[in-house]
């Protein structure tokens, strides 16, 4: 499995647990529309950027 920065999309259930969410409430957020990141649904699967969840979390340094 790719590193979270080498991968240009990460599932559904990866995003939601760096953020500190179970399998059951991230499914919850996404069904009522509230999850915090956008959410691409490819190949039957749910994906969400990689860039996107790198700045909710802020691990991008804008000093680099």
Known sequence: MP???EA???SLLAAG???GLG???TY???SRGEFPLSIIK???K???PTAALRR???LDDASE
């Open 3 to 5: 590193k979270v920065e």
């Open 8 to 10: 240009p999309t990460v």
């Open 17 to 19: 647990r760096a953020i």
């Open 23 to 25: 399998r059951t409430a």
């Open 28 to 30: 919850a957020l996404k």
């Open 42 to 44: 490819s190949g039957g």
């Open 46 to 48: 749910f994906r969400v």
């Open 56 to 58: 909710l979390l802020e």
